[in-house]
């Protein structure tokens, strides 16, 4: 009786953030609450595999021979829920840190940003919640009231508890066993899930794979199989999927999945899958893959789930399950970064992933193209960091061209191989989208040589097309740079201007443009438009350019060439009018209209005002010599 007397229970405050996050969690943000129960047997998962891992690589005495289990008790009648573990369990200090802080940093930020982006307030993709290290919270969807008893091998036992509001409450309690045991009563509208058929469904539905025999009021009800240990022949596809599910917490089915069986310098199995769709963390946070990676097994333990050092960070999209005999089971992640064996199985998984790749595009090419729709930006960031592959992948590359149809795709071979007659450098043409592109003045000339150009809409392709400099020994090329050789036809040259009409009204563009450009010159590339603005030979591309002003980054901004086409009638009309009197106003505000609607088809036009009401100007003076 003393010592409960000096047992002291302390009262915690959630810190802000996290009272945030748990009504997110709760009322707004998820509309599936089976997956509360996935979430706290993968906590509990994770616990036994410590557990297992200590005992191997420590031989730890204590709890030899006891089984590592997860048992689910349930009191339909009382609607009470009572999961338990033997795993590692936790001490005091380990309760406040796992359960009354968030887990990862920006979560918050994270979920309210989806939130936002749900215009039915419908609630967002289960698989959500488990990503982003909230997956103990979620039980708070189902019921009012939690309590975790847990103790360490060497700590004494504690009990945790809270209604998830604004504070919980911890004392120290005498606990015999190891592990943990998280109890609740669950809702009313949650009383489902004290029935033992809808609870065995939702673990084969979710947990089927966990590595440790989950029982259910006393009954086994899942399956401890590591498929990548079988031959790929006995595989059906219908467990694959699931186990897929199950590593992945992704509610889709996979795109495509590689199983391998290596024996050789290294000796690993590996079953890899390929998502359908990109992983929210991936599409919303910035450098989302740099800790990504498959599971890595060493001799059926697990030892790192997210193991980054499997591949190259361009592929860590791929998920899966890595096991090898040729490392240690007490390997550290010091050892893992530096070990000769964990650089040749990358080096071999990333030829071989590659190599699934190629597969893909020859023998499957819809599924080849929902896959580099979802991940083909993540690919390309290969051709800058993967040498050794970089010809490979530039051979995986798909571009939109001006002679596909939207949403068709075109590879470097297909265009060489139908380039025109004389034909020496491949062009390719970057902006926001297909149809910007299309109406593109600098794609004139092109058009009406029948030579096609790529359209690189992805943003990351400013970046990467032009380091790769050439393909089957020629060029690649912007048809935005004012270094383009042109060659103008008979018809071209009878109808452009002299050369003592042209030189007159170049003069005078420069007078009136100033230093808003680089130089005005006479065009070749123009057919239908009377000017366009082009980069200089050394200049940057113009998406870029584009992307640091949007960073505030103006001042990286180079001026541009404004080319003139001298068959156009407007330009002829200009150089009329110089001939009569070039201190004629008209004529230098017609031209500085010209340069400012080039900025404007560029989007990159920011005084509109001054703009329409020199438009106004200009159609004022024609319509009052109309009058005349």
């Not at 698989?127 to 008893?149: C, H, P």
């Not at 604004?166 to 949650?190: M, N």
């Not at 490979?392 to 071979?413: A, P």
Request: charged share 30%; with cysteine.
């Amino acid at each position: 009786m003393s010592d409960k007397k000096q047992q002291k229970v302390q009262e915690f405050e959630y810190k802000a953030e996290m009272k945030q996050l748990l009504n997110l969690i709760v009322h707004s943000l998820y509309t599936h609450p089976e997956i509360f129960l996935r979430e706290l047997i993968s906590n509990a998962s994770d616990a036994l595999n410590k557990v297992h891992f200590d005992q191997l690589t420590e031989n730890k005495a204590e709890g030899e021979g006891e089984e590592l289990k997860i048992t689910i008790t349930l009191d339909e009648k009382e609607r009470t829920f009572i999961i338990e573990d033997n795993g590692t369990g936790m001490s005091e200090d380990e309760l406040i840190a796992n359960l009354g802080t968030v887990a990862k940093s920006g979560t918050l930020g994270f979920l309210q940003a989806l939130k936002e982006q749900q215009p039915d307030k419908s609630g967002i993709d289960a698989n959500l919640i488990g990503q982003f290290g909230v997956g103990f919270y979620s039980v708070f969807m189902v019921t009012d009231e939690v309590t975790v008893e847990t103790k360490t091998e060497d700590s004494q036992g504690c009990r945790w508890c809270s209604s998830g509001e604004g504070t919980y409450t911890i004392e120290t309690i005498d606990r015999e066993k190891r592990g943990t045991k998280i109890s609740f009563t669950l809702k009313e509208d949650a009383k489902e899930f004290a029935e033992a058929f809808r609870v065995e469904n939702i673990i084969r539905k979710y947990s089927n794979f966990v590595d440790f025999p989950i029982y259910l009021d006393n009954k086994k009800v899942n399956s401890i199989t590591a498929l990548w240990q079988r031959p790929k022949s006995d595989l059906k596809e219908e467990e694959v999927n699931e186990f897929y599910k199950f590593i992945s917490v992704d509610y889709q089915e996979p795109l495509d999945y590689l199983h391998l069986s290596l024996e050789g310098v290294v000796n690993f199995k590996a079953l890899l899958f390929l998502p359908k769709e990109a992983p929210m963390d991936m599409l919303y946070q910035q450098g989302a893959l740099e800790n990504h990676g498959p599971q890595l097994y060493v001799r059926k333990v697990m030892i790192q789930h997210e193991c980054k050092d499997l591949l190259p960070e361009y592929l860590r999209f791929v998920k899966g399950v890595v096991e090898t005999e040729d490392l240690p089971l007490n390997v550290s992640r010091e050892v893992v970064q530096n070990s000769p064996v964990m650089a040749k199985i990358r080096q071999i998984l990333t030829t071989k992933i590659i190599g699934w790749f190629e597969s893909l595009a020859q023998d499957h090419k819809e599924k080849f193209r929902q896959f580099y729709k979802a991940f083909g930006p993540v690919v390309k960031i290969g051709l800058n960091t993967d040498f050794t592959n970089r010809d490979k992948l530039i051979e995986l590359l798909r571009f939109e061209s001006t002679t596909t149809e939207e949403g068709e795709f075109v590879t470097l071979r297909e265009y060489v191989d139908r380039m025109v007659e004389d034909q020496k450098e491949i062009y390719y043409l970057s902006g926001d989208n297909r149809q910007q592109m299309l109406s593109n003045p600098n794609l004139e000339y092109f058009r009406k040589k029948g030579i096609e150009v790529l359209l690189l809409v992805d943003p990351v392709d400013v970046f990467v097309i032009p380091s790769i400099n050439e393909y089957d020994k020629k060029p690649l090329k912007s048809i935005e740079k004012a270094d383009i050789d042109f060659k103008a036809g008979e018809d071209e040259e009878k109808e452009a201007l002299s050369k003592n009409m042209i030189e007159p009204v170049l003069r005078i563009f420069k007078e009136a443009l100033g230093d808003k450009v680089e130089d005005v010159i006479e065009s070749h590339r123009l057919v239908n438009s009377p000017v366009t603005l082009v980069s200089g030979k050394d200049a940057m591309d113009p998406q870029i350019e584009k992307m640091l002003r949007m960073m505030k980054q103006s001042e990286a901004s180079g001026k541009k060439v404004l080319e003139i086409n001298p068959s156009h009638a407007v330009i002829k009309n200009l150089a009329g009018l110089c001939m009569l009197n070039e201190n004629d106003p008209i004529i230098r505000t017609t031209m500085n209209q010209l340069y400012e609607g080039a900025l404007l088809l560029e989007g990159n036009l920011e005084r509109t005002a001054e703009f329409v009401s020199r438009m106004n100007d200009i159609i004022e003076a024609a319509t009052k010599q109309a009058k005349a």
